[in-house]
């Protein structure tokens, strides 16, 4: 367990040593080339707070009835749980409050399918983006492997056969899936919903870098920079150790921007964009607070139902 705590910090650290040098080495260019405007940040941070919404939709359209809105507040509380090391502490603390609120679909293979259809989402979206503007082999390739992960997504046999393995893949390592006895079927109406909100959550995001970045002189297309973010992003969540894919994100960047401008724009462009969700995840704090604290204040005020005297 100590071993295992070492390398997830030393992991985020290298990510911020990795971000530190590359600022610092490219810090002239960096001043000759930002243009800066906080009406700028402003705007990518009304869009970013949408995509986060869009986010969290997609996690609530997975449960049903009531469980919506709960799910949909809890996701928006646990946001910021994602930049803590190690990168398990925000499906574990979303998957346990789900359970704390009485989700029974709040399960770790509810949060698999999720994961598979937040990646495959932004994988769909960027690589379409980044197809329609430069049509090479390996943008074909990776729009052909993000159908077949949407594929994989949208398969409910598969998804069944996912829902019965692991569980017994976890019991092997001595844990259980709490709600495994409860879970309910999800639907592919609700799935293909779950699906559309993740990929515009994902272009939210994408599209507050796209400003973000836009600030830097001799950056490309607005298009072109939404879709590299969108690859990147489904990559760095896949790397589940680097906590908010802090590095990996970076390094896919670079590989589909570093050829136009140099590397210190584009790292500097990433940071910018994390500060810019950082806060919009906070405001995402503050409004599932105030959507609780309201169905709190609801439930006090609504009387109990009479039962008849026999």
């Known amino acids: 367990m100590r071993r295992r705590f070492r390398l997830e910090w030393l992991l985020a650290l290298g990510g911020v040593i990795f971000l530190v040098i590359g600022l610092a080495s490219g810090w002239d260019e960096i001043s000759e080339s930002f243009d800066w405007t906080p009406g700028r940040f402003l705007i ?21 009835g009531p469980e919506r809105a709960r799910a949909f507040r809890s996701y928006l509380l646990v946001q910021p749980a994602k930049h803590v090391p190690g990168g398990v502490a925000h499906p574990m603390s979303l998957i346990s409050a789900s359970s704390r609120e009485g989700s029974v679909a709040g399960s770790t293979t509810l949060f698999l399918r999720f994961s598979l259809l937040l990646v495959s989402g932004g994988m769909a979206h960027g690589l379409i983006l980044l197809f329609a503007w430069d049509q090479t ?20 046999r598969l998804a069944a ?11 092997r390592f001595g844990k259980d899936d709490p709600s495994s006895d409860a879970r309910r079927p999800v639907s592919a109406v609700q799935t293909l ?4 909100w993740a990929t515009l959550g994902i272009a939210g995001l994408a599209g507050g870098f796209a400003v973000l970045a836009s600030s830097f002189q001799g950056m490309p297309s607005p298009v072109v920079l939404a879709g590299a973010f969108g690859v990147s992003w489904a990559v760095g969540y896949l790397l589940v150790p680097f906590p908010a894919g802090l590095g990996v994100r970076e390094t896919g960047l670079l590989l589909f921007l570093g050829s136009t401008v140099g590397a210190g724009p584009v790292i500097a462009a990433s940071v910018l964009q994390r500060v810019c969700q950082m806060v919009a995840e906070l405001l995402g704090v503050l409004l599932g607070g105030v959507l609780g604290a309201r169905e709190r204040r609801l439930s006090r005020t609504t009387p109990d139902p009479v039962t008849p005297e026999p």
Not at 193 to 196: I, P, V, Y
């Open 44 to 64: 990518a941070l009304a869009i970013s707070f949408a995509g986060l919404t869009a986010v969290a939709l997609s996690w609530a359209v997975l449960h049903s």
């Open 161 to 171: 056969r996912v829902e019965e393995w692991i569980p017994k893949v976890m019991k």
């Open 137 to 156: 082999l390996l943008a074909v390739g990776a729009v052909i492997a993000s159908i077949g992960a949407g594929a994989v997504a949208f398969s409910s």
């Open 193 to 196: 919903g779950a699906w559309l």
